[in-house]
């Protein structure tokens, strides 16, 4: 008995087994313990999809394809070193009864129109020699495939064939990695003339159908040959976000799918023909296995350029993804082209995040943004830039002069807000007056908390001072127990009495003394007992009387 295919998830928690017998057996990553799945004997299976929701002891449910075009669901458990099955539910079976060569299936939210919850649709997509098909519905797969026996035109699948036949062929995957895992972002069919590859919707985007809408056929390529027929066929095709990769006996090529040209090629050693390859995303490396041996093969240099074309065309998101991804030095200046696109189209608040990252110069950046109206953009590039710097050595000068400005405009914003007069016009409902105010004043009290250590004390009570803010300045005097702030706080509000009771507590007895100098005719025209009194505490036989 020989292994003859191997079938792995995504994650790597399982892998099935088959073997020249048509007998199945199953590994799972926790054990090298290989068991047997009695279920599965003799289904002549050719293809399996795992769900992407598969956890490490449960396969959850998977689809199967088998080599005479029938579809199965099946779930495999693995409890206390046992395996526990279901039994294989046949769901279709494909026109011809043709070989399942690859088979996937995704499930997406998708934003109904009415406004109600999200509803859960699952795209199935099978590939034969000469065909592929998308099959959309909800879970279970019993559900979703029922309609399709239907003799009704509207519940027939969609299939696609590229005009050719071919001995063999697969479906290759590319999983991106998202916040919360991997999602299923593209395939490459292998066919005749070529791959035939495009991209599935992603969760995020509601607005389009659950299923592949964009075939791009791609003939094998390799570098310096024009000829297709001494190209040949390629033995094994891979893809990834970017790239087609395809594997020739002596040679892999790496085609863009943006410019559709070789952007790596790779000859191997004579008499070293590869037969089949594995993109892993994760380490960006090629595995390819020989009749002698497995190697591994990281790709560098590729799309390290395409953010150029990308920026031609106006896809600034894409441009700034492949920068970031590949530690270009470019992303600044892409990050600015965007800002003033942004900009121009009237989009203020993305244009400031944008000129956040760029190397404009400040002053340039600054003239903008003050110019609007609205000062929620000049807000958002300060906050971007102070959090750009935050840990940065030797830019504590920068950041008090960030967190002042902004600071200015929250102050100023509670300062607005706050008038009775301005927005008297525009909200006669004092309650609406007085959620305005308590907005901006939380803004204002969530800045000083979030930057406290970018701003010094001295900066923030002169700020809310010149804002016209002298209890708040006082109350954080007060909260930072800065006692020679409050002192000179009280002597400008002529709350002298106050202002000497915050002296006395000053703990620097050089500052204590230079201001009880400094203001000495103050105190002692308004507070002559309470400042004799201290005075003459060192000498317990003297009285303030006297």
Same mark, same amino acid.
């Given at each position: 008995?020989?292994?003859?295919?191997?079938?792995?998830?995504?994650?790597?928690?399982?892998?099935?087994?088959?073997?020249?017998?048509?007998?199945?057996?199953?590994?799972?990553?926790?054990?090298?313990?290989?068991?047997? &799945?009695?279920?599965?004997?003799?289904?002549?299976?050719?293809?399996? #999809?795992?769900?992407?929701?598969?956890?490490?002891?449960?396969?959850?449910?998977?689809?199967?394809?088998?080599?005479?075009?029938?579809?199965?669901?099946?779930?495999?458990?693995?409890? @206390?070193? $046992?395996?526990?099955?279901?039994?294989?539910?046949?769901?279709?079976?494909?026109?011809?009864?043709?070989?399942?060569?690859?088979?996937?299936?995704?499930?997406?939210?998708?934003?109904?129109?009415?406004?109600?919850?999200?509803?859960?649709?699952?795209?199935?997509? #099978? =590939?034969?020699?000469?065909?592929?098909?998308? !099959?959309?519905?909800?879970?279970?797969?019993?559900?979703?495939?029922?309609?399709?026996? @239907?003799?009704?035109?509207?519940?027939?699948?969609? /299939? *696609?064939?590229?005009?050719?036949?071919?001995?063999?062929?697969?479906?290759?995957?590319?999983?991106?990695?998202?916040?919360?895992?991997?999602?299923?972002?593209?395939?490459?069919?292998?066919?005749?003339?070529?791959?035939?590859?495009?991209?599935?919707?992603?969760?995020?985007?509601?607005?389009?159908?659950?299923?592949?809408?964009?075939?791009?056929?791609?003939?094998?390529?390799?570098?310096?040959?024009?000829?297709?027929?001494?190209?040949?066929? #390629?033995?094994? =095709?891979?893809?990834?976000?970017?790239?087609?990769?395809?594997?020739?006996?002596?040679?892999?090529? =790496?085609?863009?799918?943006?410019?559709?040209?070789?952007?790596?090629?790779?000859?191997?050693?004579?008499?070293? @023909?590869?037969?089949?390859?594995?993109?892993?995303?994760?380490?960006?490396?090629?595995?390819?296995?020989? @009749?002698?041996?497995?190697?591994?093969?990281?790709?560098?240099?590729?799309?390290?350029?395409?953010?150029?074309?990308?920026?031609?065309?106006?896809?600034?998101?894409?441009?700034?993804?492949?920068?970031?991804?590949?530690?270009?030095?470019?992303?600044?200046?892409?990050?600015?082209?965007?800002?003033?696109?942004?900009?121009?189209?009237?989009?203020?608040?993305?244009?400031?995040?944008?000129?956040?990252?760029?190397?404009?110069?400040?002053?340039?950046?600054?003239?903008?943004?003050?110019?609007?109206?609205?000062?929620?953009?000049?807000?958002?590039?300060? /906050?971007?830039?102070?959090?750009?710097?935050?840990?940065?050595?030797?830019?504590?000068?920068?950041?008090?002069?960030?967190?002042?400005?902004?600071?200015?405009?929250? &102050?100023?914003?509670?300062?607005?807000?706050?008038?009775?007069?301005?927005?008297?016009?525009?909200?006669?409902?004092?309650?609406?007056?007085?959620?305005?105010?308590? $907005?901006? &004043?939380?803004?204002?009290?969530?800045?000083?908390?979030?930057?406290?250590?970018?701003?010094?004390?001295?900066?923030?009570? /002169?700020?809310?001072?010149?804002?016209?803010? *002298?209890?708040?300045?006082?109350?954080?005097?007060?909260?930072?127990?800065?006692?020679?702030?409050?002192?000179?706080?009280?002597?400008?509000?002529?709350?002298? $009495?106050?202002?000497?009771?915050?002296?006395? /507590?000053?703990?620097?007895?050089?500052?204590?003394?230079?201001?009880?100098?400094?203001?000495?005719?103050? !105190?002692?025209?308004?507070?002559?007992?309470?400042?004799?009194?201290?005075?003459?505490?060192?000498?317990?036989?003297?009285?303030?009387?006297?």
């Amino acid at each position: 008995m020989c292994i003859r295919d191997r079938f792995m998830d995504v994650h790597g928690y399982h892998c099935i087994i088959g073997t020249t017998e048509d007998s199945y057996l199953y590994l799972n990553y926790s054990s090298d313990t290989i068991l047997p &799945l009695v279920k599965l004997k003799g289904m002549n299976i050719s293809s399996v #999809a795992y769900s992407s929701n598969s956890s490490k002891e449960s396969t959850d449910n998977v689809l199967i394809g088998t080599r005479d075009g029938l579809l199965f669901v099946y779930k495999v458990d693995r409890i @206390a070193k $046992k395996v526990i099955e279901e039994e294989p539910k046949r769901l279709l079976e494909l026109p011809g009864k043709s070989l399942v060569f690859g088979l996937v299936f995704e499930t997406y939210q998708c934003q109904s129109k009415n406004g109600k919850q999200p509803e859960a649709s699952t795209l199935v997509m #099978a =590939v034969t020699r000469d065909s592929c098909y998308q !099959f959309v519905g909800k879970m279970p797969f019993e559900e979703l495939f029922r309609k399709y026996g @239907a003799s009704s035109e509207i519940n027939r699948h969609k /299939r *696609v064939v590229p005009g050719d036949k071919l001995e063999e062929s697969e479906l290759k995957l590319f999983y991106k990695k998202v916040r919360d895992g991997v999602e299923l972002h593209s395939f490459a069919w292998k066919c005749e003339a070529g791959v035939c590859h495009g991209n599935f919707r992603t969760r995020n985007d509601f607005e389009k159908p659950v299923t592949v809408d964009t075939f791009v056929a791609e003939g094998y390529q390799k570098k310096d040959t024009s000829n297709a027929r001494k190209i040949g066929t #390629a033995r094994a =095709v891979g893809v990834t976000e970017y790239s087609l990769y395809f594997l020739y006996a002596d040679n892999v090529t =790496v085609i863009s799918k943006i410019t559709r040209e070789v952007e790596y090629s790779e000859v191997f050693s004579p008499g070293e @023909a590869m037969v089949q390859m594995t993109y892993e995303a994760g380490s960006k490396s090629l595995w390819m296995h020989s @009749a002698k041996g497995l190697y591994k093969l990281v790709v560098t240099g590729a799309n390290k350029d395409l953010w150029k074309l990308q920026l031609e065309s106006l896809s600034f998101h894409g441009a700034l993804k492949l920068c970031r991804e590949n530690d270009n030095k470019y992303y600044g200046y892409v990050a600015g082209a965007y800002a003033d696109y942004k900009y121009k189209d009237g989009e203020y608040l993305e244009a400031a995040r944008n000129y956040a990252y760029s190397p404009r110069p400040f002053e340039e950046v600054l003239v903008k943004l003050l110019t609007l109206d609205d000062t929620q953009p000049l807000e958002e590039y300060l /906050r971007m830039k102070l959090d750009n710097i935050n840990n940065v050595k030797g830019m504590k000068a920068q950041r008090v002069l960030l967190s002042s400005l902004l600071g200015s405009l929250k &102050l100023e914003k509670v300062k607005q807000v706050s008038s009775r007069v301005d927005l008297s016009n525009y909200f006669p409902d004092s309650s609406k007056r007085q959620t305005l105010n308590a $907005k901006a &004043l939380n803004e204002l009290n969530r800045f000083l908390s979030e930057y406290d250590e970018s701003l010094s004390e001295e900066v923030v009570i /002169r700020m809310l001072v010149n804002g016209g803010r *002298v209890d708040d300045a006082i109350g954080f005097a007060e909260k930072k127990c800065n006692y020679e702030a409050l002192t000179i706080l009280y002597i400008n509000l002529s709350d002298i $009495k106050n202002a000497f009771k915050s002296l006395v /507590r000053i703990k620097d007895e050089k500052k204590r003394k230079s201001l009880l100098i400094d203001y000495a005719t103050v !105190f002692t025209k308004c507070e002559v007992k309470e400042m004799m009194s201290y005075l003459i505490q060192p000498y317990s036989l003297i009285s303030a009387e006297d």
